[in-house]
T-cell receptor, first 117, second 116 residues
């Protein structure tokens, strides 16, 4: 089983609909992230959370919201989806960056492809 | 904040050719450096990482990268590519100290296509 699980894997919706993408992890990491991938633009950070009580905006948070329900769960919501939110969305986790061998590398889920018509 | 530049957007090679993908970052402090790979239809996987010690880092599948601090570079290399190396490659950096501690910044990616 995957350590970082995203649901749904694929979703087609219409403009104006509310959409929630869910992410759960079994790695025991404190930190969770939502990224968006678009061709030619790489990965852009939407929101991140360093623990359950900590939520931070990333580069492109407008039009999105998140909820950190537990250490293992981090969901992304589009309150009113629009076509330019059509993209591949990745959830990721990392352990706390500490001096030494821990580098804060990210572990990714398998992605959620969202199409907004 | 850090930024990462990948110079090549799309690289096309024949099998057995040598590969070098460029990556430069902008940040004056101590960093950790990463290369991730994304095979078609899959998620990102770590290829290799540097955090200290020998600036020449070896990763999986015969890849290596060299950290040159004076040039703020972390170029990815492979002596002989295979068709199965066709993928998108992302360079990334995080700072070990400061307000952005722990956040990973990605380049825009380089699509590698290897012809058999």
């Amino acid at each position: 089983d995957a350590d970082v699980t995203q649901t749904p894997r694929n979703r087609i919706t219409k403009t104006g609909k509310r959409i929630m993408l869910e992410c759960s992890q079994t790695k025991g990491h404190d930190r969770m992230y939502w990224y968006r991938q678009d061709p030619g633009l790489g990965l852009r950070l939407i929101y991140y959370s360093f623990d359950v009580k900590d939520i931070n905006k990333g580069e492109i948070s407008d039009g999105y919201s998140v909820s950190r329900q537990a250490q293992a769960k981090f969901s992304l919501s589009l309150e009113s989806a629009i076509p330019n939110q059509t993209a591949l969305y990745f959830c990721a986790t990392s352990d706390l960056l500490r001096t030494g061998s821990n580098t804060g590398e990210l572990f990714f889920g398998e992605g959620s492809r969202l199409t907004v018509l | 904040a850090q930024s990462v530049s990948q110079h090549n957007h799309h690289v096309i090679l024949s099998e057995a050719a040598s590969l070098e993908l460029g990556c430069n970052y902008s940040y004056g402090g101590t960093v950790n450096l990463f290369w991730y790979v994304q095979y078609p239809g899959q998620h990102l996987q770590l290829l290799l990482k540097y955090f200290s010690g020998d600036p020449l880092v070896k990763g999986i599948k015969g890849f290596e990268a060299e950290f040159i601090k004076s040039k703020f570079s972390f170029n990815l290399r492979k002596p002989s590519v295979q068709w199965s190396d066709t993928a998108e490659y992302f360079c990334a950096v995080n700072a070990r100290r400061g307000s952005t501690l722990g956040r990973l910044y990605f380049g825009r990616g380089t699509q590698l296509t290897v012809w058999p």
